[in-house]
């Protein structure tokens, strides 16, 4: 409910700054949404007791019109001011904030100085100069501008796997309980740990199709049935999303689940190596080829193999091969790695924040929680001081904040602490502390966060420089990018990774399913190039931790390789090696 009510409060302050509210105003909703998200005790369950407005004006920073805004909302289910704030405001200019990079300031200025109510409008005004024409415009802001709808544009309709993923597991959940059901598995490319997802694939074995059938598509959240089938259905679900069903014959269950995991490419070559072989595959099994045309199954040829995938591979001398490792990238001529990373494997969390920078937990809250998902080393590293938004901390907060992390260490058992810091890379690749004050952390991250539209040149000298700095142990989410939304920076990968490899320096997959930074083909280009990897959460809140799978699947679609990610070495050698230069 909590997050429900910080929504309303958000587009509350986003409609206000579209309608010219004072910035006093749009503040204290935004600050209100941020409190929401971090209480502990629900809001929803206060707003109904008698004492709603005292208990509710009793939490910091929510004042007496919040409360009642609240209130309004638990009771009546819509806020009746947010209501006529909506009707104010041309129902197009939603899309047109939706644009990267456009806030709701620069929204209302092209709609008040150039008439733009809708993404088609800006458009217009961009082809046809208008926009350039307005006062503070000019010809870069409308570039980016441009860049940024053909973006968005390109992005399209993909969901990230961070969302896809959970809504696949409940999927296959719901359908394990569907009487009759035998096997259930996703397949598609949220098996391949894809970065974003176009629609689900869900495939069944069953002794009732016809009950499988029918409970896929009158689940909850169905809002659309697109196709029927017996054997294939196809659903919209609330937020969307497609999911695609098969229900397929036990024996055929491999032959089915290698076909629909894909990738198409990687189907493609198997399927040449197969005729090269004398067969021919396709979703229902191996097949010795009897030179005739047509699906062989339907003129009852017998399969050579199609239970198991690794039947069909092994029938066509490979060895199984992993899902994510299934790119078309030469996977039948490269061993696969009997030692590629793991979510188990990964003992150590090298990049997160508390309460001292923009996390949610205290050093301790974080600490337990770290150790409660299984990680044995948990380096704090909150913001540095460039990065006011983020409550980035000063050389005095930092030294008090390097005390508070050893004193907990020593008091918390099961998990060691490391102090470090997440350094911001200025724009000209120099750090946001002194060598000094780097000298007294364990652990440093730098990360670039401002100036992402840099060009690649000045990008890859930035980053490199921090990459070559004998202080930095890893470079954080080294492009900035953010899935669908904004591109990053698009340094040169060969230069970075070798000035990586020079300054010993590892290069960060950041696991949060909006970053996924490294991405999949330059972790696999470092890790070809010999370079250390280190895959965290960047958490600023204890459930953030579970999306080192994420970090882990785009790990693993690199070849990333146990021995290369620092986060799975033995504690001793991962502190000798943060130790090395300091
Ligand atoms: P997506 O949904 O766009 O994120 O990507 P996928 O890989 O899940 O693609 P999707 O849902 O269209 O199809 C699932 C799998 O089915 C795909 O990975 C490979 C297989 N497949 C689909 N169409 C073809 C095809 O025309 N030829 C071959 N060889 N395989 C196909
Ligand atoms: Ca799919
Ligand atoms: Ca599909
Ligand atoms: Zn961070």
């Known amino acids: 409910m909590n997050e429900d009510i910080a929504r309303i409060f ?121 926009l350039e024409a307005l006062p503070r415009m000019g010809r870069k802001t409308v570039d980016n501008i441009r860049a940024s709808i053909e973006f968005m544009k390109t992005a399209g309709d993909r969901r990230r796997l961070g969302t896809a993923m959970p809504i696949a597991e409940g999927l296959v959940a719901m359908m394990q309980t569907v009487p009759g059901v035998r096997k259930v598995a996703y397949a598609g490319s949220v098996r391949r740990g894809q970065e974003t997802i176009g629609d689900l694939d869900i495939l069944v074995t069953t002794d009732d199709p016809a009950a499988a059938s029918e409970a896929f598509q009158t689940q909850a959240g169905v809002t659309k049935i697109l196709v029927a089938g017996d054997t294939k259905s196809s659903v919209r679900l609330e937020d969307g999303i497609q999911v695609d069903l098969r229900v ?43 030179g005739e045309s047509g699906p062989p199954q339907q003129r009852g ?5 199609s239970v198991t995938e690794a039947d069909i591979y092994q029938a066509l001398d490979l060895p199984w091969i992993p899902p994510e490792l299934r790119v078309d990238r030469g996977e039948f001529d490269l061993e696969v790695p009997e030692d590629l990373i793991t979510v188990e494997a990964i003992r150590a969390e090298l990049h997160s924040h508390t309460t001292a920078s923009d996390g949610r937990l205290t050093i301790d809250e974080l600490a337990v929680a770290a150790r409660g998902a299984g990680r044995t080393v948990l380096a704090i ?41 997440e350094v911001d890379i200025h724009i000209d690749g120099s750090l946001d502390y002194s060598d000094d004050v780097l000298a007294m952390l364990d652990v440093v991250v730098a990360s670039p966060h401002a100036s992402l539209r840099q060009d690649p040149e000045a990008a890859t000298a930035r980053l490199c420089a921090a990459a070559r700095h004998p202080l930095v142990s890893i470079i954080g989410h080294p492009t900035g990018r953010l899935i669908g939304t904004r591109k990053g920076l698009e340094p040169d990968f060969e230069q970075l990774i070798a000035a990586a490899n020079e300054g010993g320096t590892a290069l960060e997959i950041n696991s949060n399913p909006y ?54 070495w033995p504690e001793e050698q991962l502190l000798e090696w943060l130790a090395r230069n300091r």
């Not at 502990?40 to 008698?50: E, R």
């Not at 899309?95 to 458009?123: F, H, N, Y």
């Not at 970053?515 to 965290?536: E, F, K, M, T, Y």
């Open 10 to 130: 958000e587009e509350f302050a986003t409609l206000l700054e579209l309608t010219g509210a004072n910035g006093f105003r749009v503040n204290a909703h935004t600050k209100v949404a941020r409190v929401l998200e971090g209480l502990t005790v629900d809001v929803g369950g206060l707003a109904q007791d008698d004492g709603a407005m005292k208990a509710l004006e009793a939490i910091d920073g929510i004042g007496k019109s919040s409360a009642q805004k609240i209130i309004e909302f638990i009771n009546q289910g819509e806020v009746a001011e947010l209501a006529a704030l909506r009707a104010s405001v041309p129902a197009g200019l939603r899309d047109v904030m939706k644009v990267p990079g456009l806030g709701p300031k620069t929204v209302r200025r092209l709609w008040q100085e150039a008439d733009i109510e809708s993404l088609g409008d800006l458009e217009s005004a961009i082809e046809d100069g208008r």
């Open 248 to 290: 397929v014959p036990g024996e055929v269950w491999g032959a089915a689940l290698l076909y629909f995991t894909g990738s198409k490419d990687h189907n493609v070559a198997l399927r040449e190596r197969a005729i090269g072989r004398g067969f021919r595959l396709n979703e229902y099994g191996l097949f010795p080829d009897d």
């Open 301 to 305: 040829v017998t399969a050579i193999a």
């Open 381 to 421: 590293t909150d913001h540095s001081r460039s990065s006011p938004q983020a409550n980035g901390l000063d050389e005095t907060r930092l030294r008090d904040h390097i005390e508070a992390i050893h004193e907990a260490d020593a008091r918390i058992d099961g998990i060691r602490l490391l102090a470090g810091s």
């Open 515 to 568: 970053r996924l930074d490294l991405r999949d083909i330059h972790v696999r280009a470092a890790v070809d190039a010999g370079c250390l990897i280190s895959i965290n959460t960047d958490a600023h809140r204890g459930e953030h931790l579970d999306f080192i799978r994420y970090g882990v699947m785009t790990g693993r679609r690199g070849r990333l390789r146990i021995p290369g990610c620092i986060n799975a």
